[in-house]
């Protein structure tokens, strides 16, 4: 591995063996379908790849065979069996498509600091430390103490895959790539491009400079990955259209169709930005039109906010199949306002994800962003007397999942479980030490610790749907990364929380 520190050991080029795990697995397939199958069986081959799933297994129906019998008599596989715990169950990793990796030490901070004053007085000062001239060995330590606690932040709060933006420097842009192997999370990282920033001239870089970091960290990249698999890949990133050139944005669009790479960007998040890109942009008629003169629009693009879109611009992002990444609570933190995202899911058809936007964004963890995602959306929902506007629970597990998998391009990979797919999932234990979720035996799917055939005659499969639901939304509301207790990506594991003593049933078979 080409590198810049002193990396052991990547848990991104562990071995993987044959895996058979047995339990409760919870997925959205589409947008409209929330699908929870009990005594599930999913193997995992030494690819991570998902290659055989059986749905409600019966022993019954089988000659009373066990799950491992019946798989395969004679074949050596790791066998995980989560089957008799009702409060625990199997999700795909979330995907957050919107997360500045630099901002981390700036959660919570500068509160009712509108976006404009917030990325002077805050953002601007704190990314600039990552270009230290002065010493390399400085700000290498300087970004991989930040680096290393957002990767192993979001991991542990069940993130598989995400998009990042790191900074205008491009060496300690290749380490976070680095980074990300070592922790062995998947993600696109996404240098920041800027060469027009005029309000906050210091952090700044030209033209030239742009081309040379944006080659330098494609070519980084390209040699980075483990044989046969992409793990880190880049990810084209103008930061908006204010701190752009027409020059730059042009490049960048070229780039991304040249490499194959998507593009990630802001768009529409405030209206004070709004009126500023009309000032720079006359020739445009509106935000989208800006991108779209300069070839940044496509079906590998993601726009972060988009929360004061036209009607125009909702019908270009939608034929230009683009994805949005709402961002609620980096949304409500700078008063930016509240996006309609059921209308663009439902009514304008294109694809939403969600994101944390660290640190616009005061959370970092996508549960509490589908928890917030809900609330805005009751918050616009009261304000314009429309029940419409509001979102469901199955919209927003699809948005975190399967919407974020859309949009990074890996719809046919990751998301869901499905047969052909990664296996990157995460293990929900609701009863995790110091869990904040109160479950009474009363609102289980199923009695714990009993045979499979007693665990579900008691209650129809609509009966323990239902109760499952409830619990569902009781991890939401009430959850966090304690209840986050394993985490795999690409088949391998790369959280395993053993201070919670969860009740793990592993055999070698």
Not at 13 to 20: A, G, V
Not at 108 to 131: A, K, Q, R, S, V
Not at 141 to 169: H, R
Not at 296 to 324: D, F, P, V, W, Y
Request: glycine share 4%.
């Amino acid at each position: 591995m080409p590198t810049n520190s002193s990396l052991i050991e990547p848990k991104a080029i562990n071995e993987i063996s044959y895996t058979l795990y047995y339990g409760t697995f919870i997925h959205t397939p589409s947008l409209k379908e929330l699908d929870i199958s009990f005594n599930t069986i999913v193997g995992v081959n030494n690819l991570g790849v998902i290659d055989f799933i059986h749905k409600n297994y019966n022993p019954d129906h089988h000659n009373n065979m066990s799950p491992v019998q019946f798989f395969i008599k004679n074949r050596h596989f790791d066998f995980i069996d989560y089957s008799q715990e009702p409060t625990k169950f199997f999700v795909p990793g979330f995907i957050d498509t919107h997360i500045h990796a630099s901002q981390f030490p700036n959660i919570g901070i500068g509160l009712d600091c509108p976006l404009l004053d917030w990325l002077n007085n805050y953002t601007f000062p704190l990314e600039n430390e990552f270009t230290n001239s002065n010493s390399t060995d400085s700000k290498l330590k300087f970004a991989k103490d930040i680096y290393s606690q957002v990767i192993e932040k979001t991991l542990n709060n069940g993130t598989t895959c995400a998009s990042y933006f790191t900074t205008i420097d491009p060496q300690t842009t290749n380490l976070f790539a680095e980074l990300l192997l070592r922790f062995g999370q998947r993600g696109f990282v996404g240098k920041v491009c800027m060469d027009h920033n005029e309000t906050y001239a210091d952090y700044s870089e030209t033209f030239e400079e742009c081309i040379d970091s944006m080659n330098a960290i494609i070519n980084h990249l390209h040699n980075l990955n483990p044989q046969d698999e992409i793990l880190v890949k880049p990810i084209i990133t103008p930061r908006f259209a204010p701190v752009c050139t027409r020059d730059l944005l042009f490049f960048l669009g070229q780039l991304s169709k040249s490499h194959n790479l998507p593009i990630q960007t802001h768009i529409s998040e405030n209206e004070k930005e709004i009126e500023l890109v009309h000032d720079l942009f006359p020739d445009c008629e509106d935000y989208a039109s800006v991108y779209n003169k300069h070839n940044l629009l496509g079906e590998s693009t993601i726009l972060a906010h988009a929360i004061h879109l036209t009607k125009k611009e909702r019908k270009i992002i939608k034929q230009k199949n683009c994805s949005i990444s709402h961002c609620p609570t980096s949304n409500t933190f700078i008063s930016s306002g509240e996006a309609p995202i059921k209308k663009y899911l439902y009514e304008d058809e294109i694809n939403v994800s969600l994101g944390t936007d660290v640190s616009g964004g005061f959370d970092s963890s996508i549960l509490a962003i589908i928890k917030h995602c809900i609330l805005v959306s009751h918050h616009l929902a009261m304000k314009t007397k429309n029940q419409k506007d509001k979102l469901s629970i199955n919209d927003a597990l699809f948005m975190a999942t399967q919407g974020g998998a859309q949009a990074v391009g890996m719809a046919d990979q990751i998301g869901t479980f499905e047969l052909g797919k990664k296996f990157d999932v995460q293990l929900i234990d609701l009863k995790s030490e110091d869990s904040n979720v109160d479950v009474f035996d009363w609102q289980l799917p199923f009695k714990e610790h009993h045979t499979s055939i007693e665990n579900h005659k008691s209650l129809s499969k609509d009966e323990q749907s239902k109760k499952m639901f409830d619990l569902l939304g009781k991890w939401i509301f009430s959850g966090d990364d304690r209840n986050c207790v394993k985490v795999w990506c690409n088949g391998r594991l790369v959280v395993n929380k053993v201070r919670y003593n969860h009740d793990d049933r592993w055999v070698m078979c």
